[in-house]
């Protein structure tokens, strides 16, 4: 096949299939922002209502290291192109089934038991999907081009968001409020098996990884066990220089939409639009530190981006107290141009510091686990921190996340990166 159209079918794979993903990803993160916490989880207090809708969003991240580790086995062992297609239909499927789950009022405790399940699927899934997506573009990568290769899985996290609050404000736009929590935010879960099948069909299509292909040790060792024996320094620091983008996202997202939504009075179609446009911000950012990387390197861009985020997080406090939907959307699209400086070459990083036979795993781990540090809990704990202290302390978070990705930037040996 001419090298061109299998490049273009390896960056088109790559950023559709994680587009879906990470649509049906945010779609849950909208939800649980909305409407979840009276549907699933009632109580006395609207506050805890939405801390219990957030907590089942955390679930999610405590499965994404399971996936990475079950997931990176395989991608390790048997290839990354299968492994993808399995991981794509474990999350569609476990969205789709989300869409038709009955709610506490018709069901009991069954409903946001099957609720947390299904999450738990949904983490499973991303959990074995961004690994080999970024492998599958690095690894397919010209010399020079890694980190512009890179970036393609890493544009799948706003064309998802983009698809999926974008598709939940045209619904609420045309529905009530009575008929969106009764029905309305249905629809976007049951959308996914549309896109679902629409990645599995591109990735069906495509040739394994050189890169693997050229291996020839694959089943000689069990990837995890290898990988804390040889590689734990790595492990370790790739976990660490993710914390700021995860916790970036996170606050700029799921908790900006419930807080400027249920807090300050904003209207939820408002405030969707406001992100709707800042999310363009964070994919060029991605676009602008992929370029940047392969001129100079990534962990500099990476260095550079969490420096950002530690002067960000200072004035987050300020932005927010003036209720004006102006500066916070000012501060949004700063904020979301920064995650991408701090998101964007991570999928050239991590792959670089662990050798092939261990990749998948290895850059799958590091990636999640910091998912599960810097944002699996945000939400909750930037709610919590609002309601006791202000939206001074949620900034204060930000800038802790980019001090702690400094540190494991510092400490990825330079040979590597």
């Known amino acids: 096949m001419n090298v061109y159209r299998q490049n273009a079918r390896v960056l088109t794979a790559s950023l559709v299939g994680t587009a879906v993903e990470f649509y049906d990803f945010y779609i849950y993160a909208t939800a649980a922002a909305l409407v979840f916490g009276p549907l699933f989880f ?172 050229k291996e020839d040790d694959h089943h000689r060792a069990i990837p995890v066990v290898e990988l804390f024996r040889t590689h734990m320094r790595e492990t370790v620091a790739g976990t660490f220089a993710v914390i700021a983008c995860f916790a970036l996202y996170y606050l700029a997202t799921t908790f900006a939409l419930g807080y400027g939504t249920a807090t300050l009075g904003f209207g939820r179609q408002q405030f969707l639009g406001v992100q709707l446009f800042a999310i363009l911000f964070m994919a060029v950012g991605i676009v602008v530190a992929g370029y940047a990387a392969d001129r100079r390197s990534s962990r500099s861009v990476l260095m550079f981006g969490c420096f950002c985020a530690v002067l960000l997080g200072t004035v987050m406090g300020l932005m927010f107290s003036t209720g004006s939907l102006f500066v916070i959307g000012v501060f949004l699209c700063v904020a979301l141009f920064t995650m991408g400086l701090v998101y964007g070459p991570i999928a050239e990083l991590l792959p670089r510091l662990f050798k092939a036979r261990v990749r998948y795993t290895g850059a799958s781990i590091a990636f999640n686990v910091g998912g599960i540090v810097g944002g699996g809990f945000a939400p909750a704990v930037a709610q919590g921190l609002a309601d006791s202290g202000g939206v001074l302390f949620v900034g204060l978070y930000i800038s802790g996340a980019a001090l702690l990705s400094l540190f494991g930037l510092m400490a990825v040996r330079a040979e590597r990166v």
Not at 189 to 200: N, P, Q, T
Request: net charge neutral; glycine share 12%; aromatic share 12%.
């Open 42 to 213: 009632p109580a006395e207090s609207a506050t805890v209502q939405h801390l219990a809708a957030y907590a089942s969003f955390a679930i999610a991240f405590i499965a994404r290291p399971v996936g990475a580790t079950l997931f990176g086995h395989f991608g390790d062992r048997v290839g990354r192109k299968s492994t993808l297609v399995a991981s794509l239909l474990l999350m569609g499927g476990a969205t789709v089934l989300i869409g038709v789950l009955p709610t506490y009022e018709s069901a009991g405790w069954i409903a946001p038991a099957l609720l947390c399940l299904m999450r738990f699927c949904q983490g499973l899934g991303l959990g074995g999907e961004w690994g080999g997506a970024a492998l599958l573009a690095v690894e397919s990568a010209p010399k020079g081009y890694e980190a512009r290769f890179g970036m393609f899985p890493q544009l799948g996290a706003p064309v998802g968001f983009f698809a999926a609050n974008g598709l939940f404000l045209v619904i609420s736009s045309v529905l009530s409020d009575a008929e969106f929590a009764a029905w309305g935010w249905r629809i976007p879960f049951l959308l996914s098996a549309v896109l679902v099948g629409l990645g599995l069909w591109i990735r069906f299509r495509l040739s394994e990884s050189p890169v693997f292909a």
